[in-house]
C-alpha cells in the first residue's frame, strides 16, 4: 500500500513540478510584456510632451505662409487697381492738377469713370502680424457720373466737399468734346459761390445759374428733356444715349449736369421728380451732383460720405479714400474760359471722316439708302435717305457753292456703308472738266471706287452719251420690272427677298449740270426728258435714283416745263443762294452761310428745312485714302468702272469690237468709229453681199476722213486670212498719203497701191459680174475719190471712168467687191454718181463729218436731212438698210 502511496505522491511531484516550471514560463512572458509595454508606455508619454510644441510651429508656419499670399495678394491687387484706375480714367478724367489739361475723347468712345481722390489699402509687411500703421498701397477713386449715375455728398466739412464737386464737373468737362456738357447750377445758400470758378461758361450758355425758388422749374424741366429724349431721340431704337453713340458713333443730346447745393426740404413734388431722374436720367445723358439734400437710395446713386479730406465712397467698400485737393482756381477759370471761346465760335468745321463709319458695308439697301451728308449747326450728323421717298434728288446752287464737293461727300458716306452688291454709281458730268474722273482707273491711280459702273466725263458736247446713259437705264428698270413681275412683287425690297440670290443694287446715277442734257428743242432733248419722266416715275420702286445736280436755274426750269417729272424729286438740296429749288416762300438758301445747304425732303416746303454743315471732301489725298480701303476690299468679279471721257481719242487696237474680231466671217464688218454708249462699242458696218453695201465718207477733214477709212480697213483685214481676200488703195490726195501709206503698210502684202491714172486703168478691170459666187472679197479703198473725178471723166473704150466707179459701186456687193471711199463733199460724191436727180441707193451707208445735214439730203430717207451740227472729231454715220436715225460715232485715232 504505502508503495502505491508514494506512488501517487511522486506523479503528483512531478506534475506539480511540471506545472511549477510551466507557471513560471508563463510568468517570465508576461513579465516580458510588462516591460515592453511600460517601455512603449514610456514613449508615447515621451512623444505626447512633445507633440504640442510640434503643432504650434507648424501652426505658426502655415500661419507666415498665408500672411506672406495674403501680403503679396494685397499688393498686387493694389498695383492692379491702380493700374484699371488709371485706364478707367485716362488723361484729364484721372490725371493729377499739376500735369492735369483738357483731353477730350474720341468720337463715339464711352465717357469714362471720373478721379475724386484715391484709396488707401492697408499694406501689411510679410512677417508682420499687423500692417505697420501709416503703410498702404493707393489706387484711384472714381465715381462714375456721366451715362452712368448721379452722386450723392453726404458731408459734415465744406471743403472737401467742395473738392469733389468741383473735381467731378472739371473732370468731366475736359474729357468730353466742347460743348457737350451743360451745366446747372442750384445754389441758394452761396448764390452760385460754389461753382464761381466755372461762370466763365455761363456766356457761352454752358453754364446756367438757378436763383432760390428755381429747384422746381429746374427739376420740371430735367423731367421734360429726359421724355424728350425717350421720345424723340432713342425712338425705341436705343435703350440710352450710351448705347446709340456706341451703335452709331453720334451723340445727338449733349450731356446735363444739374448741380444741387442744398436748400430748403425739398418739397412733395420736387422729391418726386428727383427720384424720376436717379431712376430714368442716366440714360438719357442727364446727371445730378446732389449736396445737402438726402437723396434715395438708388443703384444709380454713388454715395460719397465726406469727412474733411476723408471719404467713404459706397462703391468701394469700407475702404478709406483720400479725396484729391480741388483743382486750382486758376486752372478751373482758364479751362472753362478756353471751352467757352471754342463753343461760342461755333462748332469745328465739319469734318469728312465723321461721315465714315468705322466699319464698312454693313448696311442693307433693300428698305433705302441711309447716310449723313454733313453735320447739324450743333455739330450732329444729319442723315439723307433715298428710297421710296423721297426717291430722287434735285442739287442746286450757284457756281462754285460746292454742289460736286457735295456729292463727293455723299458718295462717301454711302459707298463706305453700303457694299458693292448693295448699290452702284453711274455717274455723268456734263461740266467742262474732269471731276467724276478720279472714281474711275487713271494712269497715276489705278484704284477706282468699286460702287462705280460707268464715269462719263466731259462730255458736255456729247449729249448723247447722256442719252445712252438713260437708254441703259430704262432698259436695267425694264429688267427689274419683269424681275418683280415673275417674282409676283412689285418694289426692290420685295424682289430682293424673293431673290435672294439676284443682284439687283441700288442704282443711283448722278448727272452734274443735267440741263445740258435737256437744252434745245431737239429729238434729243426731247427723248431725254421723256426717258428721264419715265425713270423718275417708276424708278423710285424700282430702285433706281436719279441726282440732278445743276448751277443754274435754266436747269431747273428745264424740269418746270414738265411738273410730272419735277414732282418726283422730292428731294431738294439747296446750296447758298440756289434759287427756285425750294418752295417759293421758303427763303432759306438765301441766308444759308458759306459751305452749308439746306436738306429738304419735302419738295422744299418752309418747314422740311434742315441745315446741314457739309465738310470738305473735294481733297484728293484725302478722298483716295477711302477709295483705297474700298477698292482693296472690292469683291473679286468686280472689274473697274466704264470711263468715257469726250476728250480722249479712242483706240481701234484696244476696241472690245476690233480684239474679238477672227477670220473665216461669213459676212465682214467694217468698224467705223467708236459709238457713243454706255458700253465702249464699235459702229459697225456688215459689208454683205446685197445692193448699196459700200461707204461714203463725207467732208473735207482730212484726219477724221483718214481714220474712219483706216480703221474700216484694218477691221476688215482682220477678219480675212491672208490671201483671202483682196486689197486696193487709192490714194488721191497728198494730204492723206501718210495715212494711207502706213495703213498699206498693214494690209496684204498683195495690195495695190494706185494714184488716179492707176484708178482709172483700175475700175475697168474690176469686174464683178465676171466674178463666180465664191470669188475672194474686194475692198477698193479711195482716199479723195472726188481728185480722180477730171480722169475718170476721159472715156476710153467706150466708157468713162465714171461709168466704170458707178458700174462698181452698183453690182459689186453682191459679187463681195464693196468700195470703201472718201469723198470731200457731197456734191463731188453726188456728181461722181451722175449728177442731181441720179439715184444714191449705191451709197447704203455714209459717215458725214463737216457737212451739214441738210446737204445730205438724197441720201437720208427723210425731208430736209438729219439733224446734224458737225463738230471736232465727232461724225454722224447713217446705215441706210439699218438705221432708223443716224448715230454719232467718235473716229479712233490715227495712232491705231
Ligand atoms: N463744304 C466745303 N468745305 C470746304 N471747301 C469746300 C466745300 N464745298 C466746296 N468747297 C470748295 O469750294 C470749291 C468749289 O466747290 P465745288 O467745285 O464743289 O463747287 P460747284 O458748285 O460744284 O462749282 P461748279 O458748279 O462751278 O463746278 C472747291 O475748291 C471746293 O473744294
Given at each position: 500500500m504505502p508503495d502505491v502511496r508514494t506512488s501517487v505522491v511522486e506523479t503528483v511531484r512531478a506534475y506539480l513540478s511540471r506545472?511549477?516550471?510551466a507557471a513560471r514560463i508563463h510568468q517570465d512572458g508576461a513579465k516580458a510584456d510588462l516591460a515592453a509595454t511600460q517601455a512603449r508606455l514610456e514613449r508615447v508619454r515621451q512623444a505626447a510632451a512633445q507633440r504640442p510644441a510640434r503643432a504650434a510651429a507648424e501652426r505658426d508656419r502655415r500661419l507666415a505662409e498665408l500672411d506672406a499670399r495674403h501680403t503679396a495678394t494685397l499688393a498686387d491687387l493694389a498695383r492692379r487697381a491702380s493700374l484699371a484706375g488709371g485706364m478707367r480714367a485716362p488723361g484729364a478724367a484721372g490725371e493729377p492738377w499739376a500735369t492735369w489739361h483738357p483731353t477730350p475723347a474720341a468720337r463715339g468712345e464711352p465717357p469714362d469713370l471720373l478721379r475724386v481722390g484715391e484709396i488707401r489699402i492697408p499694406r501689411a509687411d510679410a512677417g508682420r502680424?499687423?500692417?505697420r500703421p501709416g503703410t498702404f498701397d493707393t489706387a484711384p477713386a472714381l465715381v462714375p457720373l456721366l451715362d452712368r449715375g448721379h452722386v450723392a455728398l453726404v458731408d459734415n466739412v465744406q471743403q472737401g466737399g467742395d473738392a469733389v464737386v468741383a473735381s467731378l464737373l472739371l473732370r468731366a468737362l475736359g474729357r468730353t468734346a466742347h460743348g457737350q456738357i451743360d451745366i446747372t447750377g442750384y445754389d441758394p445758400e452761396r448764390l452760385g459761390g460754389g461753382l464761381a470758378g466755372f461762370a466763365p461758361l455761363a456766356p457761352a450758355g454752358l453754364l446756367t445759374f438757378v436763383g432760390p425758388g428755381g429747384l422746381t422749374p429746374l427739376l420740371d424741366g430735367l423731367v421734360d428733356h429726359i421724355r424728350r429724349i425717350n421720345e424723340t431721340v432713342l425712338a425705341g431704337d436705343?435703350?440710352?444715349l450710351a448705347e446709340m453713340a456706341a451703335r452709331t458713333g453720334r451723340r445727338p443730346e449733349p450731356w446735363r449736369v444739374a448741380v444741387l447745393l442744398g436748400g430748403d426740404e425739398p418739397s412733395r413734388h420736387e422729391r418726386a421728380q428727383l427720384d424720376r431722374i436717379l431712376r430714368t436720367?442716366?440714360?438719357?445723358?442727364?446727371h445730378l451732383i446732389v449736396r445737402g439734400i438726402a437723396v434715395a437710395e438708388h443703384e444709380t446713386v454713388e454715395v460719397i460720405r465726406v469727412n474733411g479730406y476723408r471719404a467713404e465712397i459706397s462703391g468701394c467698400g469700407p475702404l478709406p479714400v483720400q479725396l484729391d485737393p480741388p483743382p486750382p482756381a486758376e486752372l478751373v477759370t482758364a479751362t472753362c474760359r478756353k471751352i467757352a471761346d471754342r463753343v461760342s465760335v461755333g462748332p469745328a468745321p465739319a469734318v469728312f471722316a465723321n461721315l465714315i463709319p468705322d466699319a464698312f458695308w454693313t448696311e442693307h439697301s433693300a428698305a433705302g439708302l441711309t447716310a449723313p451728308v454733313g453735320d447739324s449747326p450743333e455739330g450732329r450728323p444729319v442723315d439723307v435717305t433715298l428710297a421710296d421717298y423721297p426717291p430722287h434728288a434735285l442739287i442746286a446752287g450757284p457756281s462754285g457753292t460746292g454742289k460736286t464737293n457735295l456729292i463727293y461727300a455723299w458718295m462717301g458716306a454711302l459707298a463706305a456703308r453700303y457694299s458693292p452688291e448693295e448699290l452702284a454709281f453711274y455717274l455723268l458730268d456734263f461740266k467742262e472738266g474732269v471731276s467724276f474722273a478720279r472714281f474711275a482707273p487713271g494712269r497715276r491711280d489705278p484704284s477706282w471706287l468699286p460702287h462705280v459702273r460707268l464715269v462719263g466725263v466731259n462730255v458736255n458736247t456729247d449729249r448723247e452719251f447722256g442719252l445712252a446713259l438713260l437708254r441703259f437705264l430704262g432698259r436695267e428698270l425694264r429688267r427689274r420690272a419683269d424681275a418683280a413681275k415673275e417674282h409676283e412683287v412689285t418694289k426692290l425690297s420685295e424682289l430682293r427677298h424673293e431673290d435672294p440670290e439676284g443682284h439687283w443694287p441700288r442704282v443711283v446715277a448722278v448727272i452734274d449740270e443735267f440741263q445740258i442734257l435737256l437744252t434745245g428743242r431737239d429729238a434729243l432733248a426731247q427723248e431725254a426728258a421723256t426717258l428721264l419722266e419715265d425713270l423718275a416715275r417708276r424708278g423710285r420702286s424700282q430702285g433706281i435714283h436719279l441726282i440732278l445736280a445743276s448751277q443754274d436755274v435754266s436747269g431747273i426750269e428745264a424740269l418746270w416745263g414738265r411738273p410730272a417729272l419735277v414732282a418726283q424729286f422730292t428731294?431738294?438740296?439747296?446750296?447758298?443762294?440756289?434759287?427756285?429749288i425750294l418752295h417759293e416762300a421758303n427763303l432759306a438758301a438765301?441766308?444759308?452761310p458759306r459751305h452749308h445747304a439746306v436738306v429738304n425732303a419735302d419738295s422744299g416746303a418752309p418747314d422740311a428745312n434742315r441745315v446741314v454743315r457739309i465738310p470738305a471732301a473735294s481733297d484728293r489725298r484725302v478722298w483716295s485714302e477711302l477709295q483705297h480701303k474700298l477698292w482693296q476690299d472690292r469683291p473679286p468679279w468686280l472689274g473697274p468702272p466704264r470711263l468715257f471721257d469726250g476728250d480722249a481719242v479712242p483706240r481701234l487696237a484696244s476696241s472690245p469690237d476690233f480684239l474679238a474680231l477672227g477670220p473665216d466671217v461669213r459676212d465682214p464688218v467694217a468698224l467705223l468709229g467708236e459709238s457713243i454708249d454706255v458700253q465702249a462699242r464699235s459702229a459697225r458696218l456688215p459689208l454683205t453681199r446685197s445692193p448699196g453695201r459700200n461707204l461714203a465718207v463725207?467732208?473735207?477733214?482730212?484726219?477724221?476722213?483718214?481714220?474712219?477709212?483706216?480703221?474700216?480697213a484694218r477691221s476688215l483685214a482682220r477678219q480675212h486670212a491672208d490671201g483671202d481676200a483682196r486689197f486696193s488703195v487709192a490714194c488721191l490726195d497728198p494730204d492723206a498719203a501718210a495715212t494711207a501709206a502706213a495703213l498699206r503698210a498693214d494690209l496684204p502684202a498683195d495690195t495695190g497701191w494706185y494714184d488716179a491714172e492707176g484708178l482709172a486703168a483700175l475700175l475697168p478691170s474690176i469686174d464683178p459680174s465676171l466674178e463666180s459666187?465664191?470669188?475672194?472679197?474686194?475692198y477698193l479703198v479711195v482716199f479723195a475719190a472726188d481728185a480722180a473725178a477730171a480722169r475718170l471723166a476721159v472715156r476710153e473704150g467706150g466708157r468713162t471712168g465714171h461709168e466704170h466707179l458707178r458700174r462698181v459701186l452698183n453690182t459689186g456687193p453682191e459679187r463681195r467687191t464693196h468700195v470703201l471711199g472718201w469723198w470731200r463733199s457731197v456734191n463731188r460724191l453726188r456728181d461722181d454718181l451722175g449728177g442731181t436727180g441720179s439715184r444714191t441707193d449705191a451709197i447704203g451707208a455714209w459717215v458725214a463729218l463737216d457737212v451739214q445735214g441738210a446737204d445730205l439730203t438724197g441720201f437720208f430717207p427723210q425731208q430736209g436731212g438729219p439733224a446734224w451740227y458737225p463738230r471736232p472729231w465727232r461724225a454722224l454715220y447713217f446705215d441706210r438698210a439699218r438705221h432708223r436715225t443716224p448715230e454719232v460715232v467718235i473716229p479712233y485715232g490715227l495712232g491705231g
Open positions: 506545472a511549477r516550471a502680424p499687423r500692417p436705343y435703350a440710352s436720367g442716366a440714360a438719357c445723358g442727364v428731294l431738294r438740296i439747296a446750296l447758298p443762294k440756289a434759287r427756285r438765301e441766308t444759308l463725207l467732208g473735207t477733214r482730212v484726219d477724221e476722213a483718214c481714220a474712219v477709212l483706216a480703221a474700216a459666187g465664191t470669188a475672194r472679197p474686194h
